[in-house]
């Protein structure tokens, strides 16, 4: 390699880690001069605002700020909490929303005061049983994570009404905590099957989803929600339909594209009102189709269009 070549590159190369150490140093210096030196002045903080600085890490200094109660930390780039977080026991707000966070330390039980805690838009897998201890905790945010599920000890926490839990993996939370009065959280799903959830309100059921569940079969249970006008089942196993789908008489809208359909269910002539029928990527049998019958009557229906991967209907009509 060219000597001046390779000599640049060293250059270049320590630079950059100079610029990258001068970077997190004056970070840290910055947050730092937020804090007073005067352990009186300290305890007179009760906010400290430190959302959007890019920051990868605490500095030590905040622990010191024993009467701090909001700490707002929302869109940096923290990867984890420091153990010292504990020491803030009188927190009651605590913002950490669009980090890079995967867990929470078990000192986060040592937040006594704590009653908001915003944890959503992170990659937070698990939270730990300490999260129990939060005994004046009243709501939580816990949206877009990856949570897989919920420590049985939010059980334990007496105040806890408001509950964000949207684009996780679904699980189900404990039921008593789901039965709790005044509970409040942002899709019962975390609670109730999908169809249960939805026979509760059954005369505003109109519109129902189950799609991508990994649903090899179709509850009966559907066939109970006769206002029913769209019912979205894309994306499953499904290989036929339940005979209690004929119950449906409102419905208008059937997407069952994206499952492993063979042949089409005889249900599916019972639909009288049915006006779209959504057939892609199943692998139906184009030769048992020829002498179907169900597809003769399908194809002949008024109004009703049919949506596959090939002309379905051609000589059926």
């Given at each position: 390699?060219?000597?001046?070549?390779?000599?640049?590159?060293?250059?270049?190369?320590?630079?950059?880690?100079?610029?990258?150490?001068?970077?997190?140093?004056?970070?840290?210096?910055?947050?730092?001069?937020?804090?007073?030196?005067?352990?009186?002045?300290?305890?007179?903080?009760?906010?400290?605002?430190?959302?959007?600085?890019?920051?990868?890490?605490?500095?030590p200094a905040i622990s010191q700020l024993s009467n701090l109660e909001e700490l707002k930390l929302y869109n940096n780039k923290l990867r984890k909490l420091p153990?010292?977080?504990?020491?803030?026991?009188?927190?009651?707000?605590?913002?950490?929303?669009?980090?890079?966070?995967?867990?929470?330390?078990?000192?986060?039980?040592?937040?006594?005061?704590?009653?908001?805690?915003?944890?959503?838009?992170?990659?937070?897998?698990?939270?730990?049983?300490?999260?129990?201890?939060?005994?004046?905790?009243?709501?939580?945010?816990?949206?877009?994570?990856?949570?897989?599920?919920?420590?049985?000890?939010?059980?334990?926490?007496?105040?806890?009404?408001?509950?964000?839990?949207?684009?996780?993996?679904?699980?189900?939370?404990?039921?008593?905590?789901?039965?709790?009065?005044?509970?409040?959280?942002?899709?019962?799903?975390?609670?109730?099957?999908?169809?249960?959830?939805?026979?509760?309100?059954?005369?505003?059921?109109?519109?129902?989803?189950?799609?991508?569940?990994?649903?090899?079969?179709?509850?009966?249970?559907?066939?109970?929600?006769?206002?029913?006008?769209?019912?979205?089942?894309?994306?499953?196993?499904?290989?036929?339909?339940?005979?209690?789908?004929?119950?449906?008489?409102?419905?208008?809208?059937?997407?069952?594209?994206?499952?492993?359909?063979?042949?089409?269910?005889?249900?599916?002539?019972?639909?009288?009102?049915?006006?779209?029928?959504?057939?892609?990527?199943?692998?139906?049998?184009?030769?048992?189709?020829?002498?179907?019958?169900?597809?003769?009557?399908?194809?002949?229906?008024?109004?009703?269009?049919?949506?596959?991967?090939?002309?379905?209907?051609?000589?059926?009509?």
């Amino acid at each position: 390699m060219n000597p001046s070549l390779q000599k640049n590159k060293k250059f270049s190369f320590s630079l950059s880690v100079s610029i990258l150490i001068f970077y997190f140093f004056s970070n840290c210096t910055t947050i730092h001069k937020r804090i007073p030196d005067d352990a009186k002045e300290r305890k007179k903080v009760k906010i400290l605002d430190l959302r959007g600085k890019k920051l990868y890490r605490l500095h030590p200094a905040i622990s010191q700020l024993s009467n701090l109660e909001e700490l707002k930390l929302y869109n940096n780039k923290l990867r984890k909490l420091p153990r010292w977080i504990g020491k803030l026991k009188s927190l009651r707000r605590l913002d950490l929303a669009s980090n890079e966070l995967t867990s929470l330390p078990k000192e986060i039980g040592k937040l006594k005061n704590l009653e908001y805690l915003h944890l959503g838009w992170n990659d937070i897998r698990a939270l730990p049983p300490e999260i129990g201890q939060l005994k004046k905790l009243k709501e939580i945010v816990l949206i877009k994570n990856q949570l897989q599920s919920m420590p049985k000890e939010i059980l334990q926490m007496p105040k806890l009404k408001k509950v964000y839990l949207g684009l996780n993996y679904r699980f189900k939370l404990p039921a008593k905590f789901c039965s709790k009065p005044g509970v409040d959280i942002d899709d019962w799903e975390y609670c109730y099957d999908a169809i249960d959830l939805a026979l509760k309100n059954v005369e505003n059921t109109t519109e129902l989803g189950l799609q991508r569940r990994k649903l090899k079969t179709l509850s009966p249970k559907v066939g109970k929600l006769y206002n029913l006008k769209n019912l979205f089942i894309w994306g499953n196993q499904l290989s036929d339909l339940p005979v209690e789908l004929k119950n449906l008489h409102k419905l208008e809208k059937l997407w069952i594209n994206e499952n492993r359909f063979e042949e089409l269910s005889e249900v599916l002539v019972e639909l009288k009102k049915l006006k779209l029928l959504m057939l892609e990527k199943n692998p139906l049998n184009k030769e048992s189709l020829k002498n179907s019958k169900v597809l003769d009557d399908l194809c002949k229906k008024p109004g009703l269009t049919i949506k596959a991967d090939f002309d379905i209907c051609s000589g059926h009509r």
